[in-house]
């Protein structure tokens, strides 16, 4: 898979992009892309402590992601704020991501997996890739959708493809063998989530596995689907 230009990765959680293709956005930024990232929820409810509250969680969280970014080398970091669990195909949230993908201009668009058959995803991430599937097209290359952002200076965008993390059958595999510690140290800065956990033992076998069927030591996997230009 050639290296965009530029990419804008939309997530449901922070985090989800570090555990999804945090190894594939480093690589590209080494090969020169400019990446952005668009978090749709503020994650306000990922904590199992007992005295957790979701206005003290969501700005640790919020804090940890823009951190966890400057690793990766990530050019800028937006924050829908949506309650974590709360994400819904809504117009509003629809025009969000049209807005962002209007704005970035990226060539390549990452998402989580929308469709899922053989096991069962967050609904947050299920709703953050079908809406930005959608966003992709037709929304932000029509001009008569959204047309208050022509008003804003924001011109019809036509992406190239979407790549979706988390799917049973990818097709596109992508070499992180030379990036894998960065993707580790980027999680580690999640601390509210992988504290107490054997975060770096889990990932690096997992990232094996899926480098084993593409003939590289570590991977990350992908479903692509390319836009008619």
Not at 45 to 63: F, H, I, N, Q
Not at 67 to 85: F, I
Not at 157 to 181: Q, W, Y
Request: net charge negative; charged share 30%; glycine share 8%.
């Amino acid at each position: 898979m050639d290296t965009p230009g530029r990419a804008l990765v939309v997530f449901a959680h922070p985090d989800d992009a570090e555990f999804g293709c945090s190894g594939t956005i480093a690589k590209w930024v080494q090969e020169g892309a400019e990446v952005h990232y668009l978090v749709c929820t503020n994650g306000d409810k990922g904590s199992t402590e007992p005295e957790m509250l979701p206005e003290r969680l969501a700005p640790v969280r919020e804090a940890e992601q823009r951190a966890a970014a400057a690793v990766l080398g990530v050019k800028s970091v937006e924050c829908l704020g949506y309650p974590d669990g709360e994400l819904e195909p809504t117009r509003a949230f629809l025009g969000q991501v049209v807005r962002a993908i209007r704005r970035v201009k990226p060539d390549a668009i990452i998402t989580s997996e929308p469709h899922p058959r053989t096991y069962h995803s967050h609904r947050d991430h299920r709703m953050a890739g079908l809406v930005t599937l959608d966003a992709c097209f037709p929304y932000a290359r029509d001009h008569l959708h959204f047309p208050e952002h022509m008003r804003q200076g924001l011109e019809p965008h036509k992406v190239g493809a979407i790549l979706f993390f988390g799917g049973e059958e990818p097709l596109e595999f992508v070499d992180i063998t030379g990036t894998m510690d960065t993707k580790i140290r980027a999680l580690y800065k999640h601390a509210s989530q992988v504290r107490g956990r054997d975060i770096e033992e889990l990932v690096r076998k997992r990232s094996h596995e899926i480098g084993e069927r593409a003939g590289y030591e570590y991977a990350e996997a992908f479903r692509k689907i390319e836009f008619r230009r």
